[in-house]
């Protein structure tokens, strides 16, 4: 074959570095057709509609210069988190960005499959769901820059700029020529700080035996070094380092071990000390200690190399997605973001259910004191009523095109409906949602039936708010109305019930010791046509005091129907340490910044806020006056805050149905 001519072999290397520059990859594209080589064979992605049983997935790559991905890889907790959380479908791809790519997929395979069937054999998971996931996950054979598809250059163009991006390292100075780089990894992001936070110069290190115990020697001004031993808890290496006035330390991990993310472990939690630390390897640590002990002076620059990305999502429609942030290194994560594609789907295949719609807002701003508002023509009343189901479908955007774009923060927002200002349900709520921290995914079908009363004309005003200082939040809401009734089906089977009236109930407040003075009893009658009464509220807490109420503390809602009937709402959920997490197949958005893994009191980042209804119909009468009171409190008692009071957010009422 004939050696191509010059201006040849130059226009195909302009052609290959314009493609290189101008090839885009947004959230939400449709992801293009690849081949990946795996160790099961050859795998090739054409389509949604052609490689649906490769869908949704998650691709992810280890990298040898990131102690974060590398203990994603090497923890066990990690590995048997992926499978213990992963959903019936849905596929992993592990790659490597190592030369040897090969080697690492092999091992991390036997390292999956001997967890596969320990979790199997002490019953953890059945023998369909050990096939099923071994058959979903697919180990990558090439590196990932030889692969030969687009995927090099999507993680090349989405930078990783979130928790655990970029190479935590460790600059190594000595008295040779010249210095030199190893990798680190920070603590638990809410157990100690990073020495990179603390220190933007070098510091002096000097050894320490931190698992020995007490020392007379003073480190101030210096970084510990230790070495990690079996028995020894990280928390007595720090509190070690601490005494003797060291300004942070750095933990080598033991022998034959990987470095972790260091963590606290029960009461040790509830003491902080006020030093950084980190981890590195077994090795580095020896050289490190070698030099110390040939009284060469080391200093160590702490920085973050900024660096490609190491993973991205393919949901079940063949959009390419990001992951969100990785709060500390673990497969779970990755479950998460699958357990919201499989969430997505559902959301999807509801919202393709035949209804009418009707648009509240599209892609409006809610900003401000006064948020989105809109004047909405709906259907008349009587065919309102026509309908069995009536939700909320509610999307939460942002401008640009990738989180990192998205508004900090994870504020309530509340939509209020006035039909008629001479009503009583004027400026009601209809429905409450908590933003996403820095994700622009949210979507949520919430059920609203008990409050059509609430939509008392044909034309409302429709508002959306938040708190007026919050960055801009973009909606899209619709007015689903479903499930008509057949007029001839219900006279043979009876006419169905529709909510006719509300009575509104209790509103929230300040939580603190005053909060339930100012509730009285409420006295209403049911006459003969009402045939059933729902008790509905939406309740959530917020703010912080002495005892974390009540974002993070459990409170108790009780509704007493006639004196004996007793009706309660507990969030036992708050404060869990992943009790919202855990309920990202509920639509919780997953990987958010901030905190969201924690439970909240009646709440989650990212979800919405669904109306909590009970039937109360049997505890009423319909000869004489019923009576409803109500009382919130945290540990069984009226809340007594010593310090700033937090507030409950609370909109209830009792929806009265009658024939249609």
């Not at 200690?289 to 040939?294: A, E, I, N, R, T």
């Not at 509920?586 to 439970?599: A, C, I, K, S």
């Amino acid at each position: 074959m004939a050696k191509p001519e010059v201006p040849l072999v130059f226009a195909l290397i302009i052609i290959t570095i314009a493609y290189t520059q101008c090839a885009t990859f947004l959230p939400g594209d449709e992801a293009k057709p690849f081949t990946l080589r795996t160790l099961s064979g050859k795998i090739e992605y054409i389509n949604a509609k052609n490689s649906s049983h490769l869908l949704p997935m998650v691709l992810f790559a280890y990298d040898p210069r990131s102690a974060y991905m590398e203990a994603i890889w090497t923890k066990d907790s990690s590995v048997k988190a992926l499978i213990m959380n992963s959903t019936k479908s849905g596929n992993y791809v592990f790659m490597s960005y190592s030369d040897h790519a090969l080697q690492d997929v092999q091992w991390m395979q036997k390292r999956v499959t001997n967890q596969i069937a320990d979790l199997y054999l002490s019953g953890h998971i059945n023998a369909a769901a050990a096939t099923s996931l071994g058959k979903r996950m697919h180990f990558v054979v090439l590196p990932v820059e030889s692969m030969g598809n687009w995927i090099p250059l999507l993680l090349s163009k989405w930078t990783c700029q979130d928790f655990g991006c970029g190479f935590q390292q460790i600059l190594v100075s000595t008295d040779s020529k010249f210095p030199y780089v190893i990798n680190r990894l920070d603590p638990r992001y809410d157990w100690m700080g990073s020495p990179a936070s603390a220190y933007k110069s070098s510091i002096q290190v000097v050894e320490l035996d931190a698992c020995k115990g007490s020392s007379n020697v003073s480190l101030s001004g210096k970084m510990a070094i230790a070495q990690h031993q079996k028995g020894c808890s990280y928390f007595k290496m720090v509190k070690a380092a601490y005494t003797v006035k060291a300004a942070g330390l750095t933990v080598i991990a033991a022998k034959n071990e990987y470095p972790v993310d260091m963590n606290c472990h029960g009461n040790e939690c509830n003491v902080r000390y006020p030093i950084p630390a980190t981890m590195i390897s077994y090795a580095e640590g020896q050289k490190i200690l070698k030099l110390l002990k040939s009284k060469k002076k080391v200093d160590f620059s702490f920085q973050t190399t900024p660096s490609h990305n190491f993973y991205f999502g393919i949901d079940g429609q063949g959009k390419i997605e990001e992951t969100g942030w990785l709060l500390y290194p673990s497969f779970l994560y990755f479950t998460w973001q699958l357990q919201w594609y499989a969430y997505k789907s559902n959301l999807i295949h509801n919202i393709a259910e035949h209804a009418k719609v009707v648009q509240i807002f599209n892609d409006s701003t809610i900003h401000g004191k006064y948020g989105a508002s809109a004047i909405v023509n709906l259907p008349p009343v009587k065919e309102m009523l026509e309908y069995q189901d009536v939700q909320l479908d509610m999307a939460l955007s942002c401008r640009g095109k990738r989180d990192e774009e998205c508004p900090p923060w994870d504020h309530t927002v509340q939509l209020y409906v006035c039909c008629s200002n001479a009503t009583s349900h004027c400026q009601q709520e209809l429905g409450r949602w908590i933003t996403s921290f820095r994700r622009r995914i949210g979507h949520w079908l919430t059920p609203v039936t008990p409050l059509l009363p609430l939509l008392s004309s044909s034309s409302c005003n429709f508002t959306m708010k938040t708190v007026p200082w919050a960055q801009p939040w973009f909606t899209t809401l619709k007015l689903r109305f479903s499930n008509k009734i057949n007029t001839t089906v219900a006279k043979k089977k009876g006419t169905p019930l529709k909510p006719q009236k509300l009575i509104p109930l209790f509103r929230g407040g300040t939580f603190d010791k005053n909060y339930n003075k100012k509730y009285k009893p409420i006295h209403f009658n049911m006459t003969s046509k009402t045939k059933k009464v729902k008790l509905v509220a939406v309740i959530t807490g917020h703010g912080s005091d002495n005892n974390n109420c009540a974002e993070f503390c459990v409170t108790s809602h009780h509704f007493m129907v006639n004196e004996k009937h007793a009706n309660v709402r507990t969030f036992n959920n708050a404060g869990n340490s992943l009790g919202c997490a855990e309920r990202v197949l509920q639509g919780v958005t997953p990987n958010e910044h901030g905190t969201w893994l924690y439970g909240r009191d009646g709440w989650c980042d990212g979800q919405e806020i669904k109306p909590w209804i009970v039937d109360i119909t049997n505890q009423l009468s319909t000869k004489s006056v019923n009576t409803i009171t109500y009382h919130g409190y945290y540990n069984h008692t009226d809340p007594h805050p010593t310090s700033k009071p937090g507030y409950i957010i609370m909109y209830s009422f009792l929806s009265l149905y009658d024939t249609y």
